[in-house]
């Protein structure tokens, strides 16, 4: 009996179509240098909010230095603990100026360092309809801090709203060029770095520690938001203004999340700020009872 030979295998079909071995499997592509770590972001978390404040304070600092020179402040005088309540409002303007390129500044070096781009990492858009939405998240925002205020007020016994005032450096800046740097870092200064910390790297920061739990980044987030606020002269306006100040904080963070985006919050934030310095240099004393 004949013994029948062996089936052919796929190399043996390739043999016989010409082909004279069976060409190799290719090898995968190695991975390109860094693309492991760039797979692992984003890789910020609250220790970036926390060490955002320390480098607050040293550019602001900088600045109180920068506007020492230039004022021509005598700096023998400020060992005296009162001299730094008289200081000129030019060496105040030019700190909170520094300090607020540095708010600005570092989320911008965070998601450089470990995130995955400024706007990816914050959310960093505007579109045309920021603007009533912004005017409208503003008067959410100021119906809120004045009904928080209010109760707060009510529940600590305060007598003197202007305790928990924190706009007097606008009127110390009356009559002075001065005016106008302090006018733009409140009206313009301070929304877009505030939002971009507060509302951008802070808010992401602890929704990423909460695994995902949005309403504990709110309210973190407006809470650190309301500390480097208070500048009440008594702990009843410093209860008051914390308490108005955190409702704004929540109001803006709401606004991120139902948006998606930081362009309403800032245009808001902006809003706040500048119907705050009006009244606080008197522009509506005209429709108020006499």
Do not use: C
């Amino acid at each position: 009996m004949t013994t029948p030979p062996p089936p052919e295998s796929p190399a043996d079909d390739l043999q016989s179509m010409g082909a004279s071995s069976v060409p190799p499997m290719p090898s995968p592509t190695p991975a390109p240098a860094g693309a492991n770590a760039a797979a692992n972001r984003p890789r910020w978390g609250i220790l970036d909010v926390i060490l955002g404040f320390p480098f607050f304070l040293i550019m602001a600092l900088g600045g109180l230095v920068v506007g020492v020179i230039i004022e021509g402040v005598d700096v023998a005088t400020l060992s005296d603990s009162t001299a730094t309540d008289a200081l000129p409002i030019g060496v105040l303007a030019l700190s909170l100026l520094f300090q607020q390129a540095a708010q600005a500044g570092w989320p911008w070096l965070v998601s450089k360092w470990k995130g995955l781009g400024f706007q990816t990492d914050w959310r960093v858009y505007f579109k045309v309809e920021d603007i009533w939405l912004g005017f409208v998240t503003a008067v959410i925002g100021l119906g809120a801090a004045f009904l928080a205020g209010s109760a707060v007020s009510w529940l600590v016994g305060l007598s003197d709203e202007a305790e928990a005032d924190n706009t007097q450096f606008l009127r110390d800046a009356e009559g002075s060029p001065w005016l106008f740097v302090m006018l733009f870092a409140v009206v313009v200064g301070a929304p877009v770095s505030e939002e971009l910390f507060f509302r951008g790297l802070a808010l992401r920061a602890f929704e990423r520690s909460a695994g995902g739990n949005k309403i504990f980044a709110v309210i973190a987030s407006a809470f650190v938001f309301a500390l480097p606020h208070f500048i009440g002269s008594g702990w009843q306006g410093t209860a008051v203004l914390l308490s108005s100040i955190f409702m704004v904080g929540v109001v803006l963070a709401v606004a991120v999340y139902q948006t998606g985006r930081l362009g309403t919050a800032i245009v808001a934030h902006m809003m706040f700020n500048a119907i705050g310095a009006a009244g606080a240099l008197g522009y509506f004393d005209q429709f108020l009872p006499s």
